[in-house]
């Protein structure tokens, strides 16, 4: 059981600010990424620039339903890999899982940590 440090607050976790910063960090940059491939893709794809504003009555209903799933759907995939990239580092370099992770985490995950 965990003791509560000051002002009954739990005691702050071993490198939580640390796991902030490079799980941001490479979601960020993973996203960057994303973006210069499905624009390249995209422009590859349909000979055109990739709608800047697909809210614009200017594009077409389908294009923008088409473009809102492809960066939605490639968005989501890269920040989930830099962020399983990240946590297999961590885990690697502490032996622990990050900050945070530990909750979600199954008894097997917990286990080929240890």
Do not use: Q
């Not at 923008?64 to 490639?74: D, K, N, P, Q, Y």
């Not at 990239?85 to 502490?94: G, R």
């Amino acid at each position: 059981m965990a003791t509560k440090g000051s002002a009954g607050k739990p005691p702050k976790e071993k490198g939580k600010t640390t796991w902030k910063i490079m799980g941001t960090g490479l979601s960020v940059l993973a996203g960057i990424a994303a973006t210069k491939a499905l624009d390249a893709t995209w422009k590859t794809a349909t000979g055109r620039e990739p709608p800047n504003a697909p809210e614009s009555p200017e594009i077409g209903n389908s294009e923008a339903l088409v473009w809102a799933g492809v960066t939605g759907l490639s968005m989501g995939v890269a920040r989930m890999y830099a962020t399983r990239k990240a946590a297999n580092y961590w885990v690697k370099s502490f032996g622990v899982l990050p900050p945070g992770m530990n909750k979600g985490a199954t008894k097997k995950t917990k286990e080929k940590v240890k």
